[in-house]
């Protein structure tokens, strides 16, 4: 993944009397198309990028559309999709007094980053995925303060951990519709599409 070297070039290439704002736009809709394209990479570069547009806005993802483009902002179903795809067994995580590089081919991703790629892949079953989410979630908190991305993290937990609404039980004083037993009859009678 040269994500970082061909953004860098993509960057050098943009028109110096452009607007600052209007440079991240293009810059941005570069990466938007690469990552439509199927480069997940860039659909990470992308991530980073809206929360830190998100940040530097004090949370206003409005400011973030206005300079990312209306419907290219990097939400929960993209930011999903993309931890699915990344394979563990090329992510790079440092230990402590650890001295190397990484691998040419390691992808190196930013903490809060990693924390969503373990819940997703905890969620579908990965005991390794889940134990080394535990391990992270039990050094969470010492990083929570330094650390301004975690919170996008804890947003993203939020909403993985949330219950869809199939599966979801009605809210408490919700009013279920009634239905009459001739009715019920009908719609158990009526062939089933398959």
Excluded at 180 to 194: E, G, L, T
Aim: aromatic share 10%; with cysteine; hydrophobic share 40%.
């Amino acid at each position: 993944m040269r994500v970082d070297v061909l953004v860098s070039d993509w960057r050098a290439a943009l028109a110096p009397e452009l607007a600052a704002e209007e440079q991240e736009a293009q810059l941005y809709g570069q990466a938007w198309e690469a990552y439509l394209e199927g480069d997940f990479g860039f659909g990470l570069w992308c991530w980073r990028e809206c929360d830190r547009l998100t940040n530097s806005f004090q949370g206003k993802v409005g400011e973030v559309t206005r300079v990312v483009g209306a419907g290219r902002y990097l939400g929960f179903s993209h930011r999903k999709a993309i931890a699915a795809k990344i394979p563990l067994d090329k992510v790079y995580r440092p230990r402590k007094g650890d001295m190397s590089t990484p691998r040419t081919d390691a992808i190196v991703l930013p903490q809060y980053q990693l924390l969503c790629v373990y819940a997703v892949r905890a969620q579908e079953g990965d005991a390794k995925a889940k134990a080394l989410y535990e391990i992270a979630l039990g050094e969470l908190e010492e990083r929570r303060r330094a650390d301004p991305y975690i919170r996008h993290f804890d947003t993203f937990r939020r909403l993985l951990e949330r219950p869809t609404a199939a599966s979801a039980p009605p809210a408490t004083g919700a009013v279920l519709p009634v239905t009459s037993p001739a009715a019920a009859d009908a719609a158990a009678r009526r062939p089933r599409r398959s």
